[in-house]
């Protein structure tokens, strides 16, 4: 950016230094109002304890400059929790007890002492002083909040929108911006496939964001010393007590260990299979031929697997079968079943194969 605004830094260097220069002259003045600056004797100490001031305060901007904001935050949380602290200590506390040592210097190092120790400890703990985190406890007022924080990988997959427009998702759903930077990342990738899905993201996410069933609030946290995008949305989810939605295994599997619950939507998904016991009869189409002798093998509308023995024969045709075993896996229900009749099958047209010459 700084290239495509050269004129733009420097007038913003100019603005800096006339600034550091008002800073300056006003600290000499001050420094001139404790102590007058004579020539006839020689007296500088008002001039030096101005620019003294001056530096320190310059000095001061460099150090904050490289802070993140919710460190300054911690630590004005901190501060003001242990200046708290030493005046109820300085109350309760029997002064006499320290002479002859001065009261108010007693005072000010119980204040120095609970100062430092608060600012220091809330500096630390700085991550949980995030401007989302602290908007949101102002806007709900205090009140406990139900937020789900969305994985790349659950808004790429786009079922998570579905299951927002049925109204079975309840609370805030966050979007932090480290996840839609790399959506962004992967929607610019030069590998089609890539940038397919990315862009797909972005548009599932814009219409979670559009539809009136759902709250989505953009979270601007951001944990710099942590490279992976798993354990940022882990941390977030402790700092905001909520929890993660994915179809991420592993990442379903960390957040567990953690501490972090999740909500998976494979795991719904699979839920929300048809219950079917053994004996029932159903009609499934058959597509392939199975691993076993004379097996065939179809699908439900939702996906669930069918092993049929005896239809192999039945390749491309819908046969009613008899459920004879259920099976739970960790990928989801598999049915079998047993073909009884071929009487009712619907063949599927074929085109006839040519012969070569």
């Known amino acids: 950016m700084h290239g495509l605004f050269p004129g733009r830094v420097e007038v913003n260097a100019v603005g800096t230094l006339v600034l550091r220069a008002i800073l300056v002259l006003l600290s000499v003045l001050f420094g001139e109002q404790i102590r007058p600056i004579t020539l006839t004797p020689l007296d500088l100490t008002g001039l030096f304890i101005g620019t003294g001031v001056a530096a320190l305060i310059i000095a001061l901007e460099y150090l904050l400059r490289s802070l993140e904001m919710n460190s300054l935050l911690g630590g004005l949380a901190g501060l003001l929790v242990g200046g708290a602290a030493a005046g109820l200590v300085v109350v309760l506390l029997p002064l006499d007890l320290f002479a002859p040592a001065s009261p108010?210097?007693?005072?000010?190092?119980?204040?120095?002492?609970?100062?430092?120790?608060?600012?220091?400890?809330?500096a630390a703990r700085g991550e949980r002083f995030t401007p989302a985190s602290l908007r949101a406890a102002w806007a709900e007022g205090g009140q406990k909040q139900n937020y789900k924080i969305l994985d790349t990988s659950v808004i790429i997959d786009g079922r998570i929108a579905d299951v927002c427009e049925t109204g079975f998702l309840d609370g805030t759903l966050v979007a932090p911006?480290?996840?839609?930077?790399?959506?962004?990342?992967?929607?610019?990738?030069?590998?089609?496939l890539k940038r397919n899905r990315g862009r797909k993201g972005l548009d599932i996410l814009q219409r979670i964001k559009k539809g009136p069933d759902v709250k989505v609030l953009i979270s601007e946290a951001d944990f710099p010393d942590i490279k992976d995008v798993d354990m940022k949305l882990i941390e977030l989810a402790k700092q905001l007590a909520g929890k993660i939605i994915t179809n991420d295994f592993n990442l379903n599997k960390v957040a567990e260990l953690r501490g972090v619950q999740v909500l998976n939507i494979n795991s719904l998904a699979n839920s929300l299979k048809p219950v079917v016991l053994p004996g029932e009869a159903m009609k499934v189409f058959i597509l392939k031929e199975g691993k076993e002798p004379n097996q065939g093998v179809g699908y439900l509308d939702d996906g669930t697997m069918v092993v049929v023995d005896n239809a192999k024969r039945h390749i491309g045709r819908n046969i009613e079968i008899t459920v004879t075993s259920v099976l739970q896996t960790t990928a989801g229900k598999m049915f079998f079943g047993k073909s009884e009749t071929a009487d009712e099958a619907t063949p599927i047209e074929h085109r006839p194969r040519r012969t070569g010459a």
């Open 104 to 122: 108010l210097a007693i005072k000010g190092f119980v204040f120095l002492v609970f100062g430092y120790t608060g600012m220091a400890i809330g």
């Open 177 to 192: 911006q480290f996840v839609l930077r790399e959506l962004q990342y992967i929607a610019d990738s030069q590998d089609s």
